[in-house]
């Protein structure tokens, strides 16, 4: 009984864990494109790029 208990969690920590790291991963990958866009906006806008770069950089350091 209790080996059965401790496969049940296992196997659902492990489902959890895929799908929180796919769902980190997606929502990482869409902060990364607004930065990206950002920083074209800032280029077009005659600014210097640095202001995307630093942010998205911001964006990587905190995950």
């Not at 790291?21 to 640095?50: A, W």
């Amino acid at each position: 009984m209790v080996p059965l208990m401790m496969l049940s969690e296992f196997i659902w920590y492990v489902v959890w864990s895929c799908l929180f790291g796919f769902c980190n991963c997606y929502i990482g990958g869409l902060l990364m494109s607004t930065s990206v866009k950002e920083t074209v906006d800032n280029t077009r806008e005659k600014k210097t790029g640095q202001e995307g770069l630093q942010r998205s950089s911001y964006v990587i350091f905190m995950y």
